[in-house]
């Protein structure tokens, strides 16, 4: 399988929007959605909000995104297509992870 990276980026998405967001997946069921090995959130310089994600192939994307999709909708926030990008190269980093 090839891995993916995604990402999103919406001038109108918030930081309560994506922890809104992240509580539905949440409950939904999903909190660690299959075929997502990595995961970042985080406020655009620009403004809005950006989501940068390495997902395991394609299929496991387009999968997480019949439970994300109906999700983003409900917000009610113009969230643009995502950027899909085939990966050249992925490290995992071992050890200690942390929060920011």
């Known amino acids: ?3 993916i990276v995604v990402v999103f980026n919406s001038p109108e998405f918030t930081s309560k929007d994506y922890d809104h967001s992240w509580d539905e997946i949440r409950a939904a069921g999903h909190a660690n959605p ?3 090995l ?3 959130g985080f ?3 620009d403004g809005g909000w950006m989501v940068v994600d ?3 192939s394609g299929q496991a994307f387009a999968e997480f995104g019949k439970i994300l999709l109906p ?3 409900k917000a009610g926030v113009n969230f643009p297509e995502p950027k899909v990008i085939p990966v ?3 490290y995992q980093a ?3 992870h942390e929060l920011a």
């Open 1 to 3: 399988m090839e891995k």
């Open 34 to 36: 299959k075929g997502l």
């Open 38 to 40: 990595s995961h970042v």
């Open 43 to 45: 406020a655009s310089p």
């Open 54 to 56: 390495v997902w395991e």
């Open 71 to 73: 999700i983003i909708q």
């Open 88 to 90: 050249h190269y992925f």
């Open 94 to 96: 071992q050890g200690e």
